[in-house]
């Protein structure tokens, strides 16, 4: 579907403006919003560009730079971050040859950092794309990561 068609799904109504950019980021493969995307956005709603540019920035789920298949975000909110998030974080960018921030150079995985997850009880904790991943150490994320690479 054309970004013009997923646009048109939506009202030209303001308050679609976070559905319409989570439709369009969700039909990227990439996994981000291009410069087209927003401003045809912005045009639809009859806003202006910077605005719209405005929101993609400020919510940690939008991108404007391309990614991986898979987004995982790690908690580094407080209570994982006792829980020593840190060596999980060590884990991910060991095993996937990253840093935070990064995407691996298939495309396959871009490792982010979150606020709390809600998941708390069973810290320290991370999502793939929509999948939440608990009780996190070295060995489970090998396990996790190889059970996405297949
Ligand atoms: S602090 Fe990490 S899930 Fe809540």
């Known amino acids: 579907m054309s970004t013009h068609d997923i646009i048109k799904q939506f009202e030209p109504q303001q308050h679609n403006l976070l559905h319409i950019l989570h439709a369009l980021q969700d039909a990227n493969p990439a996994n981000y919003l291009t410069e087209e995307a927003l401003e045809q956005t912005a045009r639809h709603l009859g806003v202006t560009k910077s605005s719209v540019y405005g929101v993609a920035r400020y919510y940690t789920m939008f991108s404007l730079k391309p990614r991986g298949k898979f ?29 935070i921030g990064e995407t691996t150079k298939d495309g ?35 396990k996790i990561l190889q059970e996405y690479r297949s």
Not at 74 to 82: D, G, R
Not at 114 to 141: F, T, W, Y
């Open 108 to 142: 396959t995985f871009t490792v982010e950092q979150s606020e709390c997850l809600g998941q708390c009880q069973e810290a320290p904790s991370m999502m793939i794309n929509d999948k939440v991943h608990n009780n996190l150490d070295r060995g489970r994320i090998r």
């Open 71 to 99: 987004i995982i975000r790690v908690c580094a909110s407080a209570v994982c971050e006792l829980l020593k998030v840190n060596e999980v974080i060590e884990a991910l960018e060991e095993e996937l040859q990253i840093k």
